[in-house]
């Protein structure tokens, strides 16, 4: 079974500073799909960010950038330029190949707290 | 706005009742996917319909079951209540399934007391 695995629950960052969240994960397949989620306050889930690991090339949206290092299963989040509506929870999820049972594995999320 | 509508947004209720979540897809939408948040369990999957099928099974109590209807919308039943069952349950959709982005709705806080 896949495992997602956030190892720092809590993080704060001063407001226009560069943060790095991190993810591993277990798997044995070689094709599927990392994400990142967002859950602020307001508790809606919001896609940040999504990285296909048959790409080498690591994905960006805007201020958001990943660090996707296959061989190590490691799938870290940077956010440059954080800015207060970054405070939120931030969730690392791995989605295993088409089959019969595809499915979105969450690692537990790291709460993130940006400061003015 | 995701597109994704849920109702109610908070229930409250008894151990041992049952109760009935409702999700609207996107528009255009075929899958659907039905999530527990807990603070013990952290954000879970259940279960997933595509097009009216089952298509992929989580950790989805006997006691619960979902179907999803021939306008794409979908229910989740929740039944014999427990204490444990308290949680936030969101409903996603994609266009389709594999790899394609889900766009999660605002959940039903449900809370069994």
């Known amino acids: 079974a896949q495992t997602v695995t956030q190892s720092q629950p809590e993080m704060s960052v001063q407001e226009a500073e560069t943060v790095t969240l991190s993810c591993t994960y277990d798997t044995s397949e070689n094709n599927y799909y990392l994400f990142w989620y967002k859950q602020p306050p307001s508790r809606q889930m919001i896609l940040v960010i999504r990285q296909e690991a048959y790409k080498q090339q690591n994905a960006t949206e805007n201020r958001f950038s990943v660090n996707f290092q296959k061989a190590a299963k490691s799938f870290s989040l940077k956010i440059s330029d954080s800015q207060l509506g970054d405070t939120a929870m931030y969730f690392c999820?791995?989605?295993?190949?088409?089959?019969?049972?595809?499915?979105?594995?969450f690692g537990k999320g790291i709460t993130l707290s940006v400061r003015p | 706005d995701s597109g994704v509508t849920q109702t109610p947004k908070h229930l409250i209720t008894a151990t041992g009742q049952r109760v009935t979540l409702r999700c609207s897809p996107r528009?255009?939408?075929?899958?659907v996917y039905w999530y527990q948040q807990s603070l013990d369990q952290g954000l879970q999957f259940l279960i997933q319909?595509?097009?009216?099928?089952?298509?992929a099974k989580g950790n989805i109590l006997e006691r619960f079951s979902a179907q999803q209807f021939p306008d794409l919308h979908s229910e989740l039943n929740l039944s014999s209540l427990e204490l444990g069952d308290s949680a936030l349950y969101f409903c996603a959709s994609s266009v389709e399934g594999w790899a394609d982005e889900q766009y999660f709705g605002p959940g039903t806080r449900l809370t069994v007391t």
């Open positions: 319909y595509y097009n009216g099928e089952e298509r």
């Open positions: 999820a791995f989605m295993n190949p088409p089959g019969a049972n595809s499915k979105l594995t």
């Open positions: 528009s255009g939408d075929l899958s």
